[in-house]
Each structure stands twice: as C-alpha cells, then as structure tokens.
C-alpha cells in the first residue's frame, strides 16, 4: 500500500468525537479543583502521578482528530507542505505550454472540478437534510471555499509524478501550478465582494 493511501485511512478511521462525555469531563474538572486544593497536603509521588494522570486525561476533554490538527498543523503548514511543493514542482516553464490539453485538464481540474464538486455535495447534503449550513454561512462562502480549495496542488503534483514523465509532467505541473493561482483569485475574489460590514 502507498504510504498516501495509507496515511489517507488513518485520517478516515481518526475518531471525529471526543472520548469523556460531558458529565466524565465534569468530573474530571472536578477532581482536578480537588486535587489543587490539597496539593501540599500529599507527597511528591502521588502529585507527579496525578499530574501525569490529568495531563493524559485532558487530551480526552477534545476528539482525537482535533488533538491531531492542533499539534500537527504548525509542523505540515510551515514544514512538511512547503518542503513538499518545493520537491514536487521544479520545471522549466514555456508558458506556450499552456495551451496543451494536459495543462488545461490539470488547470481546469482545480479551477472548475473542485469547486463544481464541493458545491453540488453540499447543495445536496444541505436540501436532503444530511446537514445544514453553520451559522454565519451562506451559499456564496461555500462557492468561495470550493475555489479556494483548488490550491491544493500538493496532492495533484504528486499524482501527477505518478502518472506522468518527462515533458508530459512539466506540462501538467504548469497547469496545476496556473490552475491553483486562478483558483486562488478567483475564490477571495468571491468571498470578498459584496461582504457586509459585520463579515469584516
């Protein structure tokens, strides 16, 4: 199995709730108050062992997919995502590339599949009752999110430096490359039209 794919299942079987219910997160609180309230009324062992305790049970107080997103996020923005792009998208650009039809496909994949895709999932999800709009989220956030989410050329590179080589690949980096800075354009181009002053 591709280390993607798997890293993909990992990310799917990662539970999406946190594991203490309200009244256990209670009392967790709780016991926490009462241990501060004593501290120096036990010996050095047992609040070692009660600190090490509560510190192992607050990451339940949260769903392991948001632990997960909080302590990885700096490190896949900042490192991981930057080193991968850097990796994947050296090419020499002849921008008459452009117009060859795996530049477009690529480029149109990003511009127009993503933002189509995201759009008409939620359209359906929202009209069949499966799930509803957060507050604040009107139609034209989701149509400027489904844009911005065709900058994500990471992904599409490296399927392309799969499926590709040679100046087959160089053509299709240059179409995701054009097609994630149009995407980008065009999706704060929609989010920041005719936003209302509370939106600011």
């Known amino acids: 199995m591709h280390a993607t794919i798997a890293g993909v299942l990992i990310g799917l079987m990662t539970p999406a709730r946190r594991l203490l219910p309200p009244d256990a997160a209670n009392k967790l609180i709780q016991r926490a108050r009462a241990f501060v309230s004593r501290e120096g009324a036990v010996d050095e062992a047992t609040r070692v062992a009660e600190v090490r305790f509560q510190r192992a049970a607050a990451t339940s107080l949260v769903s392991p997919t948001e632990l997960l997103i909080a302590v990885l996020h700096p490190w896949v923005s900042f490192g991981i ?22 530049a477009v496909a690529a480029g149109l994949g ?91």
């Open 81 to 102: 995502m930057p080193l991968f792009a850097l990796a994947n998208a050296g090419l020499v650009v002849q921008w008459s590339d452009l117009g060859a039809p795996i």
């Open 110 to 200: 990003l511009l127009l599949g993503k933002p189509i895709g995201i759009v008409l999932a939620s359209f359906v999800a929202v009209r069949g009752g499966i799930a509803q709009l957060p507050d604040r989220v009107g139609w034209r956030q989701i149509v400027g999110g489904g844009f911005l989410s065709g900058i994500g050329f990471t992904m599409a590179l490296f399927i392309a430096g799969l499926a590709l080589e040679g100046a087959s690949l160089d053509t299709a980096k240059l179409g995701v490359l054009a097609g994630s800075l149009l995407a980008g354009i065009v999706g704060m181009a929609v989010l920041s039209v005719g936003r209302s002053p509370a939106e600011s």
